[in-house]
């Protein structure tokens, strides 16, 4: 699809200190839950009724979306529904954007500052339903910059009483708070870790694993697991959780947590020398573990592969052989749990990310008849799909007419002195309301219907073509990563073993990408390109 030309910033007019703005306004509704539901009462569903009803007092604001959501910290902007009202925000879907109070929106005032200029940029105001403000009006503006000044105050200070409260239980030996430590129990008397009856000889397990027999972290788990010895929670073992039980300090004796350090605060499981070893042990490993976290770049594929089996993402491994170091693509559940959590086999890395790129090359030196067959799918799959939305839209052009007429009657009746301003005014303001949100919608309506594929230009097709000759013959690790990126949708595995690249063409769409373009299918499961590429087999992999 061709690309979207960006819209224009559309400001709100400013108005004078205290004046509020009159007419129709279209409202979206903002609801956030933290994450600690014990410093935040307010449920989704109570934010929710709250607002609604906050909405329908208001003369002329009507709702022009569904409620954006989100289930997380207002610590960080990155929330999928906050995200989502900027962008409706940005294509001009309303023009207020209601929170039933600040720190619903953000705890940080610089944040808050930054979401109200995008904002301010699109043309939308701030509104609190139970703080006297309006960032339409001068004075709101300056209101809530106050109360995200204290939003931010208040967390700051609950995160500070926190700390200090762990930091004396820690000085004091006792725990300080969180997850107990496996093998370990908190006495509830004392609040001192004591030894799980239970645990404590599987703990020392893992560390005689460790260190006597130099079992890597995953393999520990594995060996767990096979034997049916379930973590603490009753689920497998894996690699992670195993590597944190070895850099617990806990374990022998310590009370570690911060700059608070207190030895032999509670029962030792693990004597300082064999932890001395652990850690030695640790250490050595690590740098081989840094060199690897670090060559991401070298995996082109890493999160394009779905593993058939536990629909898990593949992530990008190494082994060291004898005398090189073996690449791969392993599923995420093989990664973390071993063959007991994914049987799906591994893929040979290198030889899979030099395929697809050859495979992309292949299919855009050939693109230009294959696109156009595609868009053409597309097309008429959208307008098939358009028979439902324009049936609405001839209701709703339908709906407007109707009100409309029967505004311009009760006008009609009012200049002739047949209806009184009583009788007139209320149902004159009701039609005014209903019309506006039937035009929202009509919008709405007609920007999914005029949305449809449009095939790329010869000329960004030759680009294209350039571009992948120069990243195959001569293009970095990093260059080749960022235009799988860019032109790979997902890479699929079937049934049969085959590896089938799904390729996007410019405006980030799928395409049906058959070789043989001959396909009939439905255009929304494009058929992509079978480049026919094996799965490794189990036999040789490990090195």
């Known amino acids: 699809m061709a690309a979207t030309p960006s819209r224009a910033k559309r400001r709100r007019t400013r108005t004078g200190f205290g004046d509020?703005?009159?007419?129709?306004?279209?409202?979206?509704?903002?609801l956030r839950r933290s994450t600690d539901d014990e410093h935040q009462p307010f449920s989704i569903d109570a934010q929710l009724a709250a607002l609604t009803s906050y909405v329908n007092s208001q003369p002329g604001w009507i709702l022009a979306a569904e409620p954006f959501t989100d289930d997380a910290s207002g610590a960080t902007t990155e929330r999928p529904g906050l995200q989502r009202a900027l962008r409706a925000a940005k294509a001009g879907r309303y023009d207020i954007?209601?929170?039933?109070?600040?720190?619903?929106?953000?705890?940080?005032?610089?944040?808050?500052?930054?979401?109200?200029?995008?904002?301010?940029?699109?043309?939308?105001?701030?509104?609190?339903?139970?703080?006297?403000?309006?960032?339409?009006?001068?004075?709101?503006?300056?209101?809530?910059?106050?109360?995200?000044?204290?939003?931010?105050f208040e967390r700051e200070t609950i995160i500070d009483r926190v700390i200090n409260g762990m930091n004396a239980k820690a000085a004091k030996g006792r725990w300080a708070g969180g997850t107990r430590p496996y093998g370990y129990l908190i006495d509830p008397a004392t609040q001192k870790l004591v030894p799980?009856?239970?645990?404590?000889?599987?703990?020392?397990?893992?560390?005689?694993?460790?260190?006597?027999?130099r079992l890597g972290t995953r393999a520990i788990a594995a060996e767990l697991n096979r034997r049916g010895i379930t973590n603490r929670t009753g689920k497998k073992w894996s690699g992670l959780t195993i590597g944190r039980i070895l850099d617990n300090p806990a374990y022998t004796g310590d009370i570690v947590y911060g700059d608070t350090h207190v030895t032999d605060a509670h029962p030792a499981l693990?004597?300082?020398?064999?932890?001395?070893?652990?850690?030695?042990?640790?250490?050595?490993?690590?740098?081989?573990?840094?060199q690897r976290a670090m060559s991401d770049s070298d995996y082109h594929l890493t999160g394009l592969i779905t593993c058939p089996r536990c629909k898990n993402r593949y992530i990008g491994t190494s082994a060291k052989g004898r005398t090189r170091r073996y690449h791969y693509y392993t599923c995420y559940s093989r990664t973390r749990y071993g063959a007991d959590g994914c049987t799906s086999p591994r893929l040979d890395a290198p030889a899979l990310d030099e395929a697809v790129l050859q495979a992309l090359h292949d299919f855009y030196r050939n693109a230009d008849t294959l696109i156009a067959d595609a868009i053409t799918r597309a097309q008429a799959h959208h307008r098939g799909s358009n028979t439902d939305r324009q049936a609405e839209l001839d209701a709703v052009e339908a709906a407007i007419t109707a009100k409309t007429s029967a505004r311009d009657k009760y006008r009609t009746a009012f200049e002739n002195g047949t209806m009184d301003e009583e009788d007139t005014g209320p149902r004159l303001r009701e039609?005014?309301?209903?019309?506006?949100?039937?035009?929202?919608?009509?919008?709405?309506?007609?920007?999914?219907?005029?949305?449809?594929?449009?095939?790329?230009?010869?000329s960004t097709l030759a680009r294209i073509r350039d571009h992948l000759h120069h990243v195959i013959a001569d293009g970095t690790s990093a260059e080749r990563k960022a235009t799988i990126e860019k032109l790979v949708a997902e890479v699929r595995i079937t049934d049969n073993d085959?590896?089938?690249?799904?390729?996007?063409?410019?405006?980030?769409?799928?395409?049906?990408?058959?070789?043989?373009?001959?396909?009939?299918?439905d255009a929304s499961e494009p058929d992509p390109v079978r480049a026919m590429l094996h799965l490794v087999g189990r036999q040789g992999l490990e090195p």
């Open 97 to 152: 954007l209601l929170v039933y109070r600040v720190d619903r929106f953000s705890r940080r005032l610089s944040d808050l500052l930054d979401l109200l200029n995008e904002l301010d940029d699109a043309g939308v105001a701030f509104a609190s339903a139970t703080e006297p403000f309006d960032t339409s009006t001068s004075i709101g503006r300056m209101l809530v910059q106050l109360l995200g000044v204290f939003a931010e």
């Open 498 to 521: 085959e590896i089938i690249p799904v390729f996007r063409v410019p405006g980030d769409v799928p395409v049906d990408a058959d070789d043989t373009a001959t396909s009939t299918g």
């Open 431 to 458: 039609l005014r309301t209903e019309i506006e949100a039937l035009k929202v919608r009509r919008a709405e309506i007609t920007d999914l219907i005029s949305d449809e594929p449009t095939a790329p230009s010869p």
């Open 20 to 30: 509020t703005p009159t007419g129709t306004r279209r409202v979206a509704l903002y």
């Open 196 to 213: 799980h009856e239970n645990e404590s000889p599987i703990l020392r397990e893992i560390v005689r694993f460790y260190t006597d027999q």
């Open 270 to 290: 693990i004597d300082r020398e064999t932890w001395r070893r652990v850690r030695d042990i640790a250490d050595a490993r690590s740098d081989t573990h840094h």
